[in-house]
C-alpha cells in the first residue's frame, strides 16, 4: 500500500499544526517523521491512521497495483506510545482481539485464530506468554504484544507512534534492531514518529523532518545528515559549531582557514556561516594554520574525548571531538593555545538563525 | 477515512440525562418552595417566625456548632497522623473512621441509647451524677458527632496522601517548628480540602434526622432540631409552616453545592 | 491522642453493639426472626434496598458516562446537581418527595387516573432510595471514566471494533469494578436509610414498614432487646452483603493493575 497526502492542512483552535503538507510514501517502505515537540508529526500519524481529520486536503492510498484504494477500520496497524494493550485481557486475547471482532462473513475460525496468534507471538518471541496478563510484562516486552496486535489484523500499513519512547536507552535500541529486521522480512509499509534523530536515522529507509507544521526536508538518512538543507536540519541531526565568515568563489573564508563550498561556486564575497560536527573540528598545533583558541576544558567518555575550546579572536565556544589515539598523541591540557582547521562544513549564505 | 459518528444515540443519552436530572433532582427543589410559599409570602414569613421553628433552629446550630469543630479537629490530626507516620493497624483504623458512614443512623441512634439511656450501661452512673444526656441536648450532641466523624478526615486523607511530605520536611529542615510548619505549610496546602470537609461535616451535622430521632425526645422547643421539628409540623399537616423550615435546609443545601464549585475552581488554578 | 478520640466515639458504640448482642444472646437473635412483621420488614427492606441499589446503577452510570464524555448546556449545573442528596438533609428530601409522588401531587397525579399509587407503597420508597443513593454510582465512576486513556478505545477502532464492541469490550470492563463499589454504597445507604424515607412510606407494617422504623417503634414500646435484635440482624446480613460485593470487586480491578 502506498501513501500519498496532498495539500494536508490542520489547525487545532488557533493553533495551527500542519501546512501544506505533501509526501508521497512508496510502497513497502519505512519512513520515519522526525521532528521536535509540537512539529506536528504525531497529528500527521493520526490523519494518516483515520483517527482526526484534515481540515485541508486529502489522503490517498493505493495498492500494490496503483489502484486507489479505501483503507477503513481494521486495515491500519497502529502502535501507541504506551502500548494501549487491554489490561483485563490476558497476551493471547490481545492479539486476537482485531480478529475477534471481525464481522461474521470476514471472522477467520477459532482454530485459526489461535494459529495466527501463536505464529506472530513467536515472531516477536513472546510465544510462552499466552496466558499472561499486561501487568506481569515488561516495558519491552509489551510494546512487543501491541505490534503483534497491529499485525494480527494483516493490516495494510503500520503506524507507530514513537513506539520505543516510554522504554529504557537499552531496550530501545534492542527493539530498534528488531523492528528494523522485521520490516526487512515483513516489506509492510510503515510510518512511524520520532523525535530521537539516532533512531530514525538507523531504522528508516526515508526520513521526513517536520518543523513547526511545515515538512523541512525529505530525504534518505544519508541525504538529510551529509546534506541539510538547512540550518534547522543540520542543527536537528546533531550538535553543531558554527564559524562565521565569507563565501568568495566557493570557498568560506573563516580568519585564517577556508573551507570547500562547492555549492556556492557562484556567490561572490556574501557573510555566509558554517556549520561544522565536533568531529569535523581538527586540532593542530601548528601556528598559521588554524584559528588559535584557547583550550577550557577536557572529558573523556571513554569512546572519545570531549575538547571545549574557545575562539581567541571572537570568544565563542567550539566543541571537538577526537578519537582516543589522536588525543593521546596530541597531549593536550586545560589553558593551552591550540589551532583549529575545519575538515568538512556545511555552510549556508544569509545568516540563518536557529 | 470513516470515522463513526455517535451523535444521534448522544443526543438520546444527554436528553435522558435531563429528564431523569429534572425528576430525581430539581423536583423536590421545587416543590419545596411551591409549598413554603403556598399561602404567599406573607405565609412564609409568619412560619419563620414560629418560636418552635426559631428554637429548632438555634438548637440545630448548636449542635453543628459543637459537632462540627471537634470532628474537624480530630479529621485533621487523624489525617495528619495517619499520612505521615507508619504504624500498624492502619487499614484497622481506616475502616473504623469510615464505620459511621456504614452503620444506619438509627442503628447510632440505639447503641447509644443502650449506652447512655437510663436502662443503660452508664444509665446508673449517670443517674448518679444526675447528668441527662439520651432525650436531651448532650445526646444530640454525641449523636451527631458519631454520624459526620468520617467527613473531614475523608477528604483530608487522600488529599495529604498525595501532597507528600517533602514540602513539610524542606521545612524542617530549613529551620521551622512544628507549629510554624503546621502554619505556613501544612495549612495552607490542604486549605480547601479542609474547607470543604467541614461544608459537607456542616451540612451533614444540620440535616441529620435518623440517629436524633432515637436519642431525642422530641420535646417541642427543647430537644428538637430543626429537621425533627419538619417532621412534627408535617405529620400535623402544617404544610406550610413544614415547607418553609425545610426551606431554610435547602438553603444550606444549595450553599453547600455553591461553595463546591468554588472550590474546585480554586483547587484546579493550583 | 487520636486514638483515645477515635475510641470514645466509634470502638465504645461498636463494642457496645457487639456486647448487648451477647446480652441478648442467641435466642435473642433468632427470636427476632419469628416475628411476622419483623420478618415482613427484614424483607422489604433489603428488597427496595437491591432494587434502588440496581435502578441507581443504571441510571448513575448513564449520568456518569454523558457528564464525562458529552458537552453540553447545563452540564456544569447538573454535575454540581448530583451531589445534591448527599447535602441534603433526608428529612426534607422525605417530605419533598412524599407531596411529589401522593394522589395529588404533581406526578403522582399522573397515575391516579390508572390506580396506580406511588406515595405509601414500596415503590415510594424505591423512589426515595434511588434518590438517595444516586450520587454514589455516578461519583464512583466518574473519575475512573475520566483518567480512561483514550488510546484504548482509539486502538480497538484502528483494529476494527465497532463503537459498541469497544464500549463492551474494552470501555466496561475498566470500569465495572467502579460500579461495583459505587452501587455496593448505594445499597448500604439504602438499607439504613430512615429519615426520607419514613414519610413516604407511610409505615404500614407488614406492608411498607422498613427496618430503621420498626427498630424505632420497638424503642418507643421499650422493647429494647427486640430493637437490639433487629439492628444486629440488618447489620450482619448487610456486612455480609457488602463484603461479598467488596470481593467481587476486588477480583474485578485484581486484573487491572
Partial sequence: MSIEIKNVYKTFGSFEALSNINLKITHGELVALLGPSGSGKTTLLRIIAGLESPDRGEVIFHDENQIPSQVKNGDVGFVFQHYALFRHMNIFENVAFGLKVRKKNVRPSKAEIEERVYKLLKLVQLDNFQKRYPSELSGGQRQRVALARALAIEPKFLLLDEPFGALDAKVRKELRTWLRRLHDEIHITSVFVTHDQEEALEVSDSIVILRSGKIEQIGSPDEVYNKPKSPFVFNFLGDVNLFHGRIQEGKAIIGNVDVDSPEHTGVSDTSAVAYVRPYDVEIVRIKDQGIAAEIQYIHSTGRNVRVELKRIDTGTLIESVLDQETYKSLNLLPGETVFLRIKKAKVYVDDFSI | ?270 | MTVFYLSLMVVIPLVGLFFSTAKIGWEGILGVFREDRIRAALFLSFYVGSISAIINMFVGFLFAWVLVRYDFFGRKIIDTLVDLPFTLPTAVAGIALTTIYSQKGWIGKLFAPYDIKIAYTPIGIIIALVFIGFPFVVRAVQPVLEDLPKELEEGAKCLGASPFTTFWRVIFPELWPSILSGTGMAFARGIGEYGSVVFISGNIPGKTEILPLLIITKLEQYEYSKATGIAVVMLIISFSIMFLINLAQNRASRRLT
Fill in chain 2, 1 to 270: 477515512m470513516n470515522r463513526y459518528s455517535p451523535n444521534f444515540t448522544k443526543w438520546i443519552f444527554i436528553g435522558l440525562v435531563y429528564f431523569f436530572a429534572f425528576i430525581i433532582l430539581i423536583l423536590p427543589i421545587l416543590i419545596v418552595f411551591q409549598e413554603a410559599f403556598a399561602k404567599g409570602i406573607s405565609g412564609y414569613l409568619e412560619s419563620l417566625q414560629e418560636p418552635d421553628t426559631i428554637s429548632a433552629f438555634l438548637l440545630t446550630l448548636k449542635v453543628a456548632a459543637i459537632a462540627v469543630p471537634i470532628n474537624t479537629l480530630f479529621g485533621f490530626v487523624a489525617a495528619f497522623t495517619i499520612t505521615r507516620f507508619q504504624f500498624p493497624g492502619k487499614n484497622f483504623i481506616l475502616t473504623i473512621i469510615d464505620s459511621p458512614f456504614a452503620v444506619s443512623p438509627v442503628i447510632a441512634g440505639l447503641i447509644f441509647l443502650l449506652i447512655f439511656g437510663r436502662q443503660g450501661w452508664m444509665g446508673s452512673f449517670m443517674e448518679q451524677w444526675d447528668i441527662k444526656v439520651v432525650f436531651n441536648t448532650p445526646g444530640l450532641i454525641i449523636a451527631t458527632m458519631f454520624i459526620t466523624l468520617p467527613f473531614v478526615a475523608r477528604e483530608l486523607i487522600p488529599l495529604m496522601q498525595s501532597q507528600g511530605k517533602e514540602e513539610e520536611e524542606a521545612g524542617i529542615l530549613l529551620g521551622a517548628s512544628f507549629f510554624q510548619t503546621l502554619k505556613k505549610i501544612i495549612i495552607p496546602n490542604v486549605k480547601w480540602g479542609l474547607l470543604y470537609g467541614i461544608i459537607l461535616c456542616n451540612a451533614r451535622a444540620m440535616g441529620e434526622f435518623g440517629a436524633v430521632s432515637v436519642l431525642s425526645g422530641h420535646i417541642r422547643g427543647q430537644t428538637n432540631t430543626l429537621p425533627l421539628q419538619i417532621e412534627v409540623l408535617y405529620n400535623e399537616y402544617n404544610s406550610v409552616q413544614a415547607f418553609t423550615a425545610a426551606s431554610l435546609l435547602v438553603f444550606l443545601s444549595l450553599l453547600t453545592l455553591v461553595v463546591k464549585i468554588i472550590l474546585e475552581k480554586n483547587i484546579h488554578r493550583k
